[in-house]
């Protein structure tokens, strides 16, 4: 049923301004055509979740019948002393500035929420992970894109537009292994931020949730968004022990930690107390399980991108301009034939069996040609098999 204005007339405007997601969804989200090959999501592969050693802990937990009673009631609005802990050994902060959220999203609409003022200007990644503009829509739908470069977020394009007038609440960027564009913040870079957002007093919100994957290159580190008052460092368990947890972490300036936690307890109050103590129990009965767990899987994902990156070149070449990924679940080359419509590209690939994300799905601005000409690939849920015959197919449809 289609709701009448008499309906309509009774949402908030917020309600009823929030756009529906097209696009990026639906591609991701829609029923396949019978066979066809998904490069869509950045899922963790099946192989690479610990589903043994999950199981154990969760008997483990409900054997022990003061453990598991304590795990049925509330939890504190900022999490679990034991989890916020190990986060915050990892992270190099105090636990008391950790907020552990229902997943990155959340930790992205309790920061909007909290430091982006309704109708803000919001400095963005472009092309930019479209979910945050998502989350941003509950403040604000004002945005400055700031061109993605070979080494990350352009600062020196976002201080130039503050030196001529500009003025924004936050600056938000995916530092490591960009969702779609697969570059880092290169170390300089982050540092310049941090100083920008000093100068300007703007917050810096780091969403960093594919940090852990690295398979190769140098880690530019986090200790300069960690050890900043005005930086906001998003992270979550999503891409390494699966997204169905919906557990994810703040890391927070200690000015913010109070106001964060006055706001979500007039929202969802905190974490599943059940969740946190089977992550808990992973985490800390054995002190390397996480690390080898991340192993294994960025090896598998380096495999994975080494087989799709050398059977493009092979099957496709010159066709696209492609940079090797060092970490993360994307590919984003560019084609390299201004003659090739992408959306014509994509509807024959569509029809030969293969489906990737189009690239105006991540600009930040509109119409923007640059993020047209690129395609994102998702590789870490596809066997390198499938993922050798989607490039086949893809090679039917050029």
């Not at 199981?55 to 049925?72: E, I, K, N, R, V």
């Not at 802990?85 to 909290?114: C, F, Q, Y």
């Not at 924004?168 to 880092?184: E, G, K, L, M």
Request: glycine share 8%; charged share 20%; with cysteine.
């Amino acid at each position: 049923m289609t709701a009448g204005p008499e309906i309509q007339n009774g949402l908030t405007a917020l309600a009823r301004g929030l756009s529906a997601p097209k696009g990026f969804v639906d591609a991701s989200l829609a029923a396949p055509a019978s066979g066809a090959i998904r490069l869509l999501g950045g899922i963790p592969a099946p192989e690479a979740l610990p589903v043994e050693a999950i199981g154990q802990a969760s008997a483990q937990l409900w054997q022990d019948p003061d453990a598991a009673t304590a795990c049925l009631q509330y939890s504190p609005a900022r999490g679990s002393a034991a989890l916020c802990d190990w986060i915050a050994k990892r992270e190099g902060v105090d636990p008391s500035r950790i907020v552990v959220t229902n997943g990155g999203m959340h930790g992205l609409a309790l920061t909007v929420l909290t430091v982006v003022e309704r109708g803000a200007t919001v400095a963005v990644d472009d092309p930019v992970f479209p979910g945050f503009l998502w989350a941003l829509e509950v403040s604000t739908t004002r945005t400055l894109p700031v061109p993605v470069v070979a080494d990350g977020f352009d600062v020196e394009y976002l201080a130039r537009r503050l030196a001529t007038g500009a003025r924004i609440a936050a600056a938000y960027t995916v530092p490591d292994f960009h969702n779609p564009a697969q570059v880092s913040l290169s170390a300089p870079k982050r540092q310049a931020l941090i100083e920008l957002a000093e100068r300007y007093g703007f917050y810096v919100i780091v969403d960093n949730p594919y940090r852990e994957l690295r398979f190769g290159g140098r880690d530019q580190g986090v200790a300069v968004f960690n050890q900043s008052d005005r930086a906001i460092h998003v992270n979550t368990f999503t891409k390494t022990l699966g997204p169905g947890w919906r557990v994810g972490w703040l890391v927070l300036p200690d000015h913010l930690v109070d106001p964060v936690i006055r706001l979500r307890n007039r929202l969802d109050v905190h974490t599943s107390s059940v969740t946190q103590a089977m992550i808990e129990r992973l985490l800390t009965d054995d002190a390397q399980w996480f690390d080898r767990i991340v192993r294994s899987a960025t090896a598998l994902y380096q495999e994975r991108a080494g087989v799709l990156v050398d059977a493009l070149q092979e099957q496709l070449p010159g066709a696209l301009d492609i940079v090797a990924p060092e970490g993360g679940l994307f590919l984003w080359p560019r084609l390299t034939d201004d003659a090739v419509d992408p959306a014509a590209l994509f509807q024959r690939a569509a029809a030969h069996g293969v489906i990737y994300q189009q690239g105006e799905y991540f600009a930040a601005a509109p119409l923007r040609r640059s993020s047209s000409r690129h395609l994102r690939f998702a590789y870490s849920d596809r066997t390198p098999e499938e993922l050798r015959e989607a490039v086949r197919r893809l090679a039917l449809a050029f």
